[in-house]
């Protein structure tokens, strides 16, 4: 299947994590049977990544052969780039980058001689392990004792209560 992405200028973006590649085969199988080899979870899970909208859906780009002389400089970045898939500077399939808890730092890569490497998407921040440290305002670090308003207020640095304005603006009619 990589051979023949290549060769047609196709790239494929997002392959799922946990999804058997296009040309791999499971140990137990002799043959590979193609998508026949996919148990039913990954079938899922490619139907699942070829339907979602975000940013791991599963897409293919083209990169299409043109020939002739309309535009000198795209003919020949276009026919450089399949030369680079065919030549496997380049992969074919490219897999979604690896979840926070993988042991792996990379996605895969595919390329059109059938051989993968890990060197594609970095791994996936947690997002539940970034902490955020807010900044407190001298003000606040204080403890001080409230002020008795039967005694005439408080100090300036005791923080007041936020109120909530609401203002108008009417537009008159102008006479012409």
């Excluded at 499971?26 to 940013?55: F, R, Y």
């Excluded at 947690?126 to 004792?145: E, G, L, P, Q």
């Excluded at 007041?160 to 304005?165: D, E, G, I, M």
């Amino acid at each position: 299947m990589a051979g023949g992405l290549a060769e047609h200028g196709l790239v494929c973006y997002n392959w799922p994590w946990k999804v058997l590649m296009p040309g791999k085969q499971w140990p137990t199988t002799t043959k590979p049977k193609g998508i026949s080899d996919l148990t039913l979870s990954e079938h899922a899970k490619l139907v699942c990544s070829l339907q979602d909208k975000g940013l791991e859906r599963l897409y293919f780009k083209a990169v299409p052969k043109i020939k002739g002389v309309i535009y000198y400089t795209v003919v020949i970045v276009s026919n450089m780039f399949i030369a680079q898939l065919i030549n496997c500077t380049k992969p074919v399939i490219l897999g979604v980058a690896p979840p926070p808890s993988s042991r792996h730092s990379s996605g895969w890569r595919k390329f059109a001689d059938q051989s993968t490497n890990r060197k594609g998407k970095p791994r996936q921040t947690n997002a539940s392990a970034t902490r955020v440290s807010k900044r407190k305002c001298k003000a606040h670090t204080h403890h001080r004792s409230e002020p008795n308003p039967q005694e005439g207020g408080g100090d300036k640095h005791t923080p007041s209560k936020r109120r909530r304005v609401e203002v108008v603006i009417e537009r008159s009619h102008m006479a012409p």
